[in-house]
């Protein structure tokens, strides 16, 4: 008796059609009559975006008729990427890019380093931008467009999952006040709205600050959306822990493993696989949310659109601005989910099939 790993038989796309969508004859014109639809709302699509579309120009004037204005976006294109940034210096936005992308990099979380190397990147993505003393500086109020919501969601990311997973182990803990300002915490930050709490940082703590001592608005922001997203992120892996059997760790304590190496060996790395999915999640919120950072006067590419359309030469191209904006949040919270799918298929292990003799 041995054990061995089948892998299912592939079927065609015409045995899956065969099987799903053409199996009766209701199946049949309903599947036909929905395919109809979705073939002609592509050709619309299509037909507005691309083939009848304007794609260039300094006006809503210089658009044709009955297609897509995307003159909207590329007149300001530098806008929308980078915001204001000076021109001359647009290659340090490449260069943090280049930062920010080895910081959450496949390569860097599958090795384990992420811990050690997406902050270090991050760090040096910020000194890139602000000079850090070695570049002329330039003021976060210059910094905008699609990059400033990858900064603060990368950010925010990168800052949020360790801070979660202490309070997920803090909620946990058996030290009561460990245990209870955790919950106060997680509670507080989950039950305020986070266009309020990006108000009182913007608004009202300076009033309680030190005379001399100031914060800058982006880093205000960015602190509290990192705890507003680290509360959340704590109940995801909060999930996880409590998916994992108390067997594995009674079985650790036999072994001679103490609770802190239990907890960092055994059981997190399995919490947090578990947990992939939420934290994900997570993430994704975290991403859109970098959208409101635009009613404390940073201009991120919502922003930025607005600000395009408050033009009188571009009025009447909502449309295009906003499928831009959702297009770029689309296609950046896709391949947030097919990562995560890419780590859940990594991370499960193969069912064994019996093969009786």
């Not at 260039?56 to 980078?82: F, I, K, L, S």
């Not at 992308?101 to 384990?112: D, E, L, N, Q």
């Not at 001592?213 to 705890?227: E, G, H, N, P, Q």
């Not at 822990?241 to 079985?251: K, M, N, S």
């Amino acid at each position: 008796m041995t054990a061995a790993v089948r892998k299912p038989p592939r079927r065609s796309f015409a045995d899956w059609a065969r099987a799903n969508l053409f199996a009766t004859r209701g199946d049949t014109v309903v599947s036909l009559v929905l395919l109809a639809l979705i073939a002609w709302g592509v050709w619309a699509a299509l037909d507005w975006a691309v083939l009848k579309a304007t794609w260039t120009g300094e006006g809503r004037e210089a658009c044709a008729a009955g297609g897509a204005c995307w003159a909207v976006v590329t007149a300001r294109w530098r806008q929308v990427v980078a915001g204001f940034y000076p021109e001359g210096h647009l290659w340090r936005v490449a260069l943090a890019m280049a930062f920010l992308a080895v910081a959450v990099s496949p390569v860097v979380i599958r090795k384990g380093w992420s811990f050690a190397l997406a902050p270090l990147g991050v760090v040096a993505a910020w000194a890139v931008l602000g000079g850090a003393n070695l570049l002329p500086r330039v003021p976060t109020e210059y910094w905008g467009g699609v990059f400033l919501n990858v900064l603060i969601g990368i950010t925010g990311s990168v800052f949020a999952l360790p801070l979660g997973i202490a309070l997920a182990l803090g909620r946990r803990s058996n030290l009561p006040v460990v245990k209870w300002l955790s919950v106060g915490f997680i509670e507080l930050v989950r039950g305020v709205p986070l266009i309020t709490l990006l108000f009182m940082a913007s608004v009202v703590l300076p009033l309680f600050t030190p005379a001399g001592l100031s914060f800058d608005k982006l880093v205000r922001a960015l602190i509290v959306i990192t705890l507003f997203e680290a509360a959340y992120m704590a109940e995801a892996v909060r999930g996880g822990l409590q998916a994992i059997p108390p067997g594995q760790r009674e079985a650790a304590r036999a072994l001679g493993l103490n609770p802190w190496m239990t907890t960092r060996l055994i059981v997190l790395p399995q919490a947090l696989r578990i947990s992939i999915p939420a934290i994900v999640n997570t993430f994704i919120g975290l991403f859109k949310d970098t959208t409101l950072v635009y009613v404390i006067a940073l201009l991120d590419v919502t922003g930025v659109m607005r600000q395009a359309l408050a033009d009188f030469a571009w009025q009447g191209s909502e449309a295009e601005a906003y499928v831009f904006v959702a297009l770029v949040f689309w296609i950046a919270c896709f391949a947030m989910s097919r990562w995560a799918a890419a780590l859940e298929k990594r991370g499960a292990a193969p069912r064994p099939v019996q093969e009786h003799a």
